[in-house]
């Protein structure tokens, strides 16, 4: 069983920052190419990054870059995301996901993902 816990989230003014973590009960975690979606009331989930299984490469939403960071330590199952300079447009909650074993070069969309956290709520205030 994969299980993925949020952590991290709360409420924060403009211009503040939060860091998420995702911690994966797995027997390798290595081997999963993880990401970060979100999903504000109303929409549609969204992409916001991803990292590729060693943490060599990162990618990001257009609206994050330069922002937020994601990053991950494969000796402690854990990813994270540094979130800096939050605007209330980035008000939703946050969702680890996890694919095991892939070897594409496409990571934004939702349903190439395997597992799925509870996701932890992010609300950012003017």
């Known amino acids: 069983q994969v299980q993925l816990v949020e952590s991290g989230g709360g409420l924060v003014q403009a211009g503040g920052s939060l860091r998420l973590s995702c911690a994966a009960s797995?027997?390798?975690?290595?081997?999963?190419?993880m990401a970060w979606f979100h999903q504000a009331p109303g929409k549609e989930r969204e992409f916001v990054a991803a990292?590729?299984?060693?943490?060599?490469?990162?990618y990001y939403a257009d609206s994050v870059k330069g922002r937020f960071t994601i990053s991950r330590d494969n000796a402690n199952n854990t990813m994270y995301l540094q979130m800096n300079s939050l605007k209330p447009e980035d008000t939703a909650v946050y969702y680890c996901?996890?694919?095991?074993?892939?070897?594409?070069?496409?990571?934004?969309?939702?349903?190439?993902?395997?597992?799925w956290g509870q996701g932890t709520q992010v609300t950012v205030s003017s």
């Open positions: 797995v027997r390798t975690f290595s081997a999963y190419t």
């Open positions: 990292i590729t299984k060693s943490g060599d490469n990162t």
């Open positions: 996901a996890a694919r095991i074993g892939y070897r594409g070069t496409v990571y934004t969309q939702n349903y190439r993902y395997n597992y």
